[in-house]
């Protein structure tokens, strides 16, 4: 196996082992051993089928948003991409390989890359306004997290993130926010500038596809929370195993609270992070001493199974030098981005340059 690869999957099994013999540890009670002795073997079998289904939908989405850019996915290739982006996003830093492999898989495929770009931008922004979207219903009904966090307080908040992307669609029909980044740009270095221009021309590209089929957009985005929800179910079904009395309401809505905050972490797939919002969310919902275990069950069911199926899928379409690949793809898509970011920045200079002075009522320059 190529030596990098290697070290980073030695590192990431050694630090999931950590945290979740840590977790276990500190969490763990003798009266645990109780409800452990009646757990249902058949709701493993559950929690697995329902993660099936939801991986089916995040499938279904991909379709989808791929026929929005007038492509078209097979089964296969769908089920690459979907695993795939579980594996290098576990095994690269900030999770930055998980788009990089769908972007692979696809290509290979025959998606231009700049339409694979399009359907994962998408795809990662239907899941967090799903799950924003869905935070004022669930938290007005619990009051464990409301006594924490006033309720117009997350209503606010909930608000704010849903109008800046509506705010942000109708600003892609003018030049304004062109001409912000090039201002706001102008005493950062080079390469954070491209950065800036190429984020933007992705987002205004995906907001023009996107926009021609609303109907199909919209259909994406139920698949979408269809998707999440059934990936979520996986811990009510290991609540049910453990033969105890909890709300599917409350423990959804803690659930999608705790994917969100995931979204924005920096470990690996939220290790860690994940396990300890479990446990600060969970210890007074299950009986004491087994939500430790129960963190485990789910972050192994959820993340590590799919990880170690798309380790088979990427390792078999690209071998172990997988990492150097994705490198050389990025190395390469970022020279093809240089020539439309030095398009942008000319276009700009040369209309700041053609624009005349204002001049005052004496007809020197005010």
């Known amino acids: 196996m190529h030596n990098k690869l290697y070290k980073r999957i030695i590192l990431l099994v050694g630090l999931v082992v950590l945290i979740s013999a840590a977790v276990i540890y500190f969490t763990f009670d003798i009266r645990a051993l ?7 073997p058949q709701c493993v079998l559950m929690a697995l089928g329902s993660l099936t289904i939801g991986l089916f939908f995040d499938g279904m989405r991909l379709v989808t948003l791929a026929r929005v850019t007038d492509e078209h996915l097979g089964l296969s290739d769908v089920v690459k991409v979907v695993l795939s982006n579980y594996f290098l996003a576990l095994v690269t830093p900030g999770a930055t390989g998980g788009a990089i492999a769908q972007i692979m898989f696809m290509r290979r495929a ?5 339409r694979s770009t399009v359907i994962i931008l998408v795809r990662t922004l239907m899941s967090i306004t799903f799950l924003i979207l869905m935070l004022p219903f669930f938290m007005s ?11 117009p ?31 706001a740009s102008r005493h950062i270095s080079h390469e954070r500038r491209r950065q800036a221009f190429r984020a933007y021309h992705d987002f205004r590209h995906a907001v023009y596809i996107m926009g021609r089929q609303p109907l199909m957009v919209f259909r994406a985005f139920v698949e979408s929370g269809l998707s999440l929800t059934f990936i ?34 920096p470990t690996p797939g939220g290790s860690g992070v994940a396990e300890a919002g479990f446990v600060v969310l969970f210890s007074n919902v299950v009986p004491s001493g087994t939500v430790g275990i129960l963190a485990v069950l ?3 069911t959820a993340e590590y199974v799919p990880f170690m199926l798309g380790a088979v899928i990427t390792l078999r ?3 172990s030098n997988v990492l150097s690949v994705a490198e050389q793809h ?15 920045l000319h276009k700009l200079n040369r209309t700041e340059e053609e624009e005349p002075l204002p001049h005052g009522k004496d007809g020197g320059v005010s």
């Open 298 to 300: 789910w972050r192994f």
């Open 110 to 114: 025959g998606v231009p890359v700049t």
């Open 34 to 40: 109780q409800y452990l002795s009646l757990f249902s």
């Open 232 to 265: 979520y179910m996986t811990v009510p079904c290991y609540f049910t195993a453990l033969k105890f009395h909890f709300d599917w309401i409350l423990t959804m809505g803690r659930l999608y609270l705790l994917n969100l905050v995931l979204y924005f972490t």
């Open 330 to 344: 990025m190395k390469q898509q970022a020279l093809k981005n240089k020539a439309v970011e030095n398009q942008s």
């Open 317 to 319: 379409a690209f071998g």
């Open 141 to 151: 009904i619990d009051k464990g997290i409301t006594m924490w966090i006033p309720m």
């Open 153 to 183: 307080v997350i209503t606010f908040f909930c608000a704010l993130f849903l109008a800046l992307p509506i705010a942000a669609v109708l600003l892609m029909h003018t030049d304004y926010p062109e001409r912000a980044i090039y201002s």
